[in-house]
């Protein structure tokens, strides 16, 4: 499969957006979202699986599997995980208040910001933010062949882009587009440069608190406990599921690094959607997407969010990856929001087309 559709493998931490499949056959008497958790727990072999939707003031949880393969224990009702890319829509969208606020410029040069980070000066905000500044994966430079070894590394955002930077530019700025984390690091960098303050609080201040977002934060390096209630993280590795649900994401950060729960997600998607954290010019720049190559015919990207065709239309969002957890958010046609999360990552080469499956379900049954 394509890079940027991979999870956790052998060069990439964070994962995209996934390819999709045909919906799985519909057993008598089953809905459509079990029917495809139980795609993903019976055939794929994922530990377990959940998704919570909510429409309107309706919220519905679908649970598969097991959230604890020791102890036999369901997925947690609306139970903490790792978000993985989907921090990348946070991110985003403090960048864009930012620019509605006057202080960054979309197409100005990171170095106005950030003078001397990028040997490549023509690299823009908007560049960054939708993946066609050239600029190459850092992830795909980290050694994962040691996932202990990886624990407690955690990193300083300084040191990713360095990372990053140690090796030549995939393209021209703007000529291309290719998934990049080393993007959404700088960006990170970026709002703290403009802000003074530190990513997480900002993100707090303008996005978590105003919504309610109490069971969503970004962790600060040596912060490595997921909090209770949550479904073990698991790391297929050696032939064994290893137990990752504690770690220091900050190896991730604001490419990745978010803690969240499915009932937040779908709180987060609707309200930026809906219009409660930007203003109408931001979230038109945000939509704006470009041919990506997602593995699904006529899907786009956008500034921080992916558009999705599904069986009754286009869903915005975004997909996650991360060490323990895979998962998709967004909000499809008619204001329906859905959160899907696996306890498992990576995962079988087949199991994101079944994530995008589940995700039709849960959206437009």
Request: proline share 7%.
């Amino acid at each position: 499969m394509r890079k940027s559709l991979r999870a956790v493998t052998a060069g990439t931490l964070v994962a995209l957006l996934a390819a999709t499949t045909a919906a799985p056959a519909l057993a008598a008497g089953t809905s459509p979202v079990q029917a495809s958790l139980d795609v993903l727990t019976a055939q794929d072999g994922v530990p377990g699986a959940e998704a919570v939707v909510q429409d309107g003031r309706r919220t519905e949880v679908t649970r598969s599997g097991k959230g604890d393969v020791v102890t036999g224990k369901p997925f947690p009702r609306n139970g903490s995980f790792r978000v993985g890319s989907v921090t990348k829509s946070f991110v985003a969208t403090v960048v864009l208040q930012l620019v509605a606020e006057g202080r960054v410029r979309l197409d100005a040069p990171v170095s106005r910001y950030l003078p001397g980070l990028l040997p490549d000066e023509r690299i823009t905000v908007r560049q960054l933010l939708q993946h066609t500044s050239g600029l190459y994966n850092y992830t795909d430079a980290l050694d994962l062949t040691d996932p202990e070894a990886l624990r407690h590394r955690g990193a300083e955002p300084a040191e990713l882009v360095a990372l990053a930077l140690a090796h030549p530019a995939l393209f021209p700025p703007g000529t291309k587009w290719s998934y990049s984390n080393t993007n959404y690091i700088v960006a990170g960098m970026l709002v703290e440069r403009v802000t003074g303050h530190p990513l997480d609080a900002e993100i707090a201040r303008r996005i978590t608190r105003p919504l309610g977002l109490h069971d969503t934060y970004l962790p600060r390096r040596g912060d490595e406990e997921l909090p209770a209630p949550h479904a073990v993280g698991y790391l297929p590795f050696g032939g064994k599921l290893v137990d990752f649900s504690d770690f220091d994401a900050t190896i991730a950060w604001a490419a990745g690094g978010l803690v969240s729960t499915p009932a937040d997600l779908d709180r987060f998607y609707g309200a930026l959607l809906g219009g409660r954290l930007l203003r109408p010019a931001e979230l038109a720049e945000m939509r704006r997407t470009v041919p990506a190559d997602l593995g699904v015919p006529g899907a786009g990207y956008g500034l921080g969010l992916g558009s999705v065709p599904l069986s009754c239309g286009v869903v915005w969002g975004h997909e996650g990856g991360i060490i323990g957890f895979t998962n998709f958010a967004g909000v499809g046609p008619k204001d329906r929001r859905a959160t899907v999360v696996l306890n498992e990552n990576p995962t079988l080469a087949d199991t994101n087309g079944h994530l995008i499956a589940a995700v039709d379900a849960a959206v437009c049954s």
